[in-house]
């Protein structure tokens, strides 16, 4: 593969007019990226968990007496978004505004803080057309959006997988300790991080399989870097085992073990509809394409996209998953593809820059589709658990009981309390005199399939509020009326 400056060498036409104007057009695509992620920043409903984002920035990081019994050392992690989610919800109060402030702000600094580091690997344009398919996605402004914190860990772990690569590339142990605070700091936001582990490990060992050049780093010194920090974690987490009989680092893991929630392929199709379809073909196009080239970073982008995919794909056979415990693979996916687009330009001998052009005309065109279902139509992708909940509160007489799976709504969305669906019982609604809401969502509703079966037979549906995504995504809204349901039937 060619350097960045090859490349420069090949297109000095293009990357004179790219370079004079490359801080404008990195504004422009930062401001865009602004743009999508504020635009109705805090009109859609929280959810579930964006409701645990704020319980846990109040239990833990409220006060800085709080904060500091929470952090190291006391406690292994620090969780930068939360911290920073707690400091402006303690200021500006609790909204869906200011919990999804911190979450969009570090979307949109991700543009310009991850241009840096792939125009050094790549070159301008191909950062450029990186980050602008990154400002772009579909998948990067739903959890900019989101009061959680998968922009701080998206942006942590690429910069550690970008960090650990240059470092390697060009013997700087610096990068390679940096890539470390990088994998801790993303670790800290959440376990997913861990995946970098086995996308350098396996890097690392097909390096010395195929036939590629071997980077400048690879001697003893930087293996030991890379190693060392791995062994320490690993004699820790065996003292704790001994020492308490509890892990140390994976404490709530076992959770994930309880049931399982997705098959393999309706998780795969997930996944693609997240990604996007023309995304993954076009990015795959480009890792075969760095392949031939014997391209290094190629390798490691290519193994960065698909083997926390196909590790994911395994451990759905037998725990819970979710689609965004990949979210962290979204730029290898699009530097993939934007080398794609470079490799269709380099190697096309007429209109070549057209072609590329439409296909990247094509990417950002699919994007724009989903955003336009993403604002007018499904409520930013998420359940609309506020307009359920003010359709019983309009309804609602004033001794009617409420049923939820997610009781944790009510501080936010409904002046009376919830009563969980978990401790509710069929025998406990009949035996009332009172009528009953039930608020169900498609996702929860399967822990009681008798409960659920019971309520669609005996109570009125209400109403329904519908996502349009490739999985079944609703809400539903019931009511049972004992005096209806001792009536004779006619």
């Keep these: 593969m060619?350097?960045?400056?090859?490349?420069?060498?090949?297109?000095?036409?293009?990357?004179?007019?790219?370079?004079k104007y490359q801080w404008v057009l990195l504004a422009g695509i930062t401001l865009l990226a602004f743009a999508l992620r504020f635009y109705k920043l805090g009109e859609w409903s929280f959810w579930i968990d964006e409701i645990y984002t704020i319980n846990r920035a109040q239990a833990h990081y409220s006060s800085l007496a709080l904060t500091l019994r929470n952090i190291p050392p006391h406690t292994n992690w620090v969780p930068v978004s939360l911290l920073l989610i707690s400091g402006v919800t303690n200021v500006l109060g609790i909204s869906e505004w200011s919990v999804r402030l911190v979450p969009a702000i570090i979307g949109v600094l991700s543009i310009p803080i991850l241009y840096f580091p792939i125009r050094s690997v790549f070159g301008s344009r191909e950062a450029l057309v990186a980050v602008l398919l990154l400002a772009v996605s579909p998948w990067h402004l739903t959890w900019s959006q989101n009061g959680r914190f998968y922009t701080a860990l998206l942006l942590f772990y690429t910069l550690a997988l970008l960090a650990f690569h240059i470092g390697l590339e060009r013997d700087r142990s610096r990068y390679l300790l940096l890539g470390w605070l990088f994998f801790y700091l993303?670790?800290?936001?959440?376990?997913?991080?861990?995946?970098l582990a086995p996308v350098l490990a396996v890097y690392l060992m097909l390096l010395w399989l195929l036939p590629f050049a071997k980077p400048p780093g690879i001697h003893r010194r930087n293996l030991f870097i890379l190693v060392l920090p791995v062994v320490v974690g690993l004699l820790i987490e065996a003292y704790?085992?001994?020492?308490?009989?509890?892990?140390?680092?994976?404490?709530?893991?076992?959770?994930?073990?309880?049931?399982?929630?997705?098959?393999?392929?309706?998780?795969?199709?997930?996944?693609?509809?997240?990604?996007?379809?023309?995304?993954?073909?076009?990015a795959v196009f480009g890792g075969?394409?760095?392949?031939?080239?014997?391209?290094?970073i190629g390798l490691l982008l290519f193994i960065g996209a698909l083997l926390p995919l196909g590790i994911l794909l395994l451990l759905s056979f037998f725990m819970f998953t979710q689609d965004r415990y990949l979210f962290v693979t979204l730029p290898s996916w699009i530097i993939l593809a934007a080398m794609a687009i470079k490799a269709i330009e380099d190697n096309l001998r007429h209109n070549r820059t057209w072609l590329a052009l439409a296909v990247l005309a094509m990417l950002v065109a699919e994007a724009a589709g989903a955003h336009l279902l993403y604002y007018r139509v499904n409520e930013g992708n998420r359940r609309d658990w506020r307009s359920a909940f003010t359709l019983v509160q309009e309804q609602a007489k004033d001794d009617d009981i409420v049923v939820a799976y997610w009781p944790e709504f009510g501080p936010y969305y409904l002046d009376r309390d919830i009563a969980a669906w978990e401790d509710t019982t069929i025998e406990m609604v009949v035996k009332s005199d009172y009528r009953t809401w039930f608020v169900v969502d498609s996702e929860t509703v399967w822990g009681d399939l008798r409960k659920k079966q019971w309520i669609e037979q005996n109570?009125?549906?209400?109403?329904?509020?519908?996502?349009?995504?490739?999985?079944?995504?609703?809400?539903?809204?019931?009511?049972?009326?004992?005096?209806?349901?001792?009536q004779p039937d006619s």
């Design 459 to 486: 109570a009125a549906l209400i109403d329904v509020f519908y996502l349009r995504m490739p999985e079944d995504h609703h809400i539903r809204v019931y009511l049972y009326d004992p005096a209806r349901a001792a």
């Design 2 to 19: 060619t350097t960045a400056v090859e490349q420069d060498i090949a297109h000095p036409w293009a990357t004179s007019l790219i370079t």
């Design 288 to 296: 075969f394409f760095l392949l031939i080239q014997k391209s290094r």
């Design 186 to 195: 993303a670790m800290s936001e959440r376990i997913f991080a861990l995946f």
């Design 240 to 282: 704790s085992f001994i020492t308490t009989g509890n892990s140390r680092f994976f404490g709530d893991f076992g959770w994930f073990f309880l049931y399982r929630n997705y098959t393999l392929i309706r998780l795969l199709g997930v996944i693609g509809f997240d990604i996007g379809f023309a995304f993954i073909c076009l």
